[in-house]
């Protein structure tokens, strides 16, 4: 089964599916089968902090807030451009990075020896410079004052290269550098969320996102890359994203499935996660899907000779067991099911 994965990641050129939901138990007994799904090693997330999208932003200077839910956030820190100049490019090992680091460093002594441990969320410099920037004048500021904008992103960006360094050097062949979704993957590598994409021009994203990624991933890569937004005026600039390993979008706010599949087949794992209702959504609504089964056969029936899919069915679509029942068949009459164990 890793063997196999493995070579998907390296050749992405051979049509196959792969399926993940972590190995369910509680899906495994309905299926009388312990080791249902393509996850060849179990993975455990660095909690409470795994998925906080403002981790970054908080080590760079951000002060703690938090929502009238309770849920922590940040305040942003720059009012002024000239602001930039002050800040400093901090230790990974301070504050909330240092925090999660020693997280990981107990993780490595506790769990077995054959468990992984999953990369914290990392947000793209750009996604970060958000967050620190006043929300009400940063994307105005990429116009008015892109020399201050850019000292801000090679900062975030050389904190970003030592944070996740540091993580690598850490776990070593223990990391699974597969943030989102939560797939199996060897220890290549690293993972970036770039989901501020959609909210600049295709040429300001490859100025102010893609060119800040590929410093990175020239020193921690290879990169799962995720964006939430996959629409065609951005495919050009997710072509020059180097050495990408993996893929995701959320095909609820991204283009036909159908489209992506085609346009990069071949080229990279595509990485879909399928949550409870993703097919019921306006960028889906043409196709009249009336479950989450049908989504997944639409997808599965939109591979080409070169295409190889590597899906994450998330926990609450796992507990909708008759259509879960359904997509399982739809993978066993395909062949995708993996090997017994």
């Known amino acids: 089964m890793m063997t196999k994965l493995s070579g998907a990641y390296q050749s992405p050129n051979c049509k196959f599916a792969f399926f993940t939901a972590k190995n369910d138990a509680a899906f495994g007994r309905i299926l009388g089968i312990e080791n249902w799904d393509w996850t060849p ?10 998925g906080n999208t403002h981790t970054l932003a908080l080590a760079m200077g951000c002060r703690a807030r938090h929502t009238s839910e309770g849920k922590e956030w940040i305040q942003s820190m720059i009012n ?16 909330r990075t240092g925090e999660i680091i020693e997280d990981i460093e107990d ?13 914290p969320d990392i947000q793209s410099p750009l996604g970060v410079a958000e967050l620190m ?27 970003i290269i030592a944070y996740v360094q540091e993580i690598q050097a850490i776990l070593d062949d223990r990391l699974n550098p597969a943030c989102f979704p939560e797939i199996w993957s060897d ?7 770039d989901d501020s994409n959609s909210l600049v021009s295709p040429a300001m994203h490859l100025e102010y996102g893609v060119h800040y990624i590929n ?18 005026p951005y495919f050009a600039n997710i072509r020059k994203i180097n050495n990408i390993k993996a893929v995701n979008w959320a095909v609820n706010t991204s283009d036909d499935p159908a489209v992506i599949i085609d346009e990069f087949s071949g080229d990279y794992l595509l990485c879909p996660h399928i949550g409870a209702d993703a097919h019921d959504c306006a960028a889906l609504s043409m196709h009249g899907f009336r479950d989450e089964a049908e989504l997944v056969e639409f997808m599965l029936n939109a591979m080409r000779q070169n295409t190889s899919l590597y899906f994450w069915f998330q926990p609450e679509l ?17 062949g995708y099911l993996p090997p017994v164990q």
């Open 187 to 193: 220890p290549a590598g690293y993972y970036i969320a």
């Open 215 to 232: 410093q990175i991933t020239a020193a921690c890569g290879p990169v799962h890359y995720h964006s939430c937004t996959w629409n065609r």
């Open 80 to 95: 002024d451009p000239a602001q930039v100049k002050e800040i400093e490019i901090p230790d990974p090992l301070d504050g």
């Open 133 to 159: 920037w006043n929300p009400e004048t940063f994307y105005s500021a990429l116009l008015s004052n892109p020399v201050e904008v850019h000292e801000l992103l090679d900062k975030i960006t050389q904190f």
């Open 318 to 334: 796992v507990q909708k067991t008759e259509v879960m029942m359904r997509i399982y068949q739809l993978f066993k009459n395909h």
């Open 107 to 119: 993780l490595l002594l506790e769990a077995p020896e054959n468990v992984l441990i999953r990369l």
């Open 41 to 50: 090693q179990p993975t455990i997330n660095v909690e409470p902090y795994f």
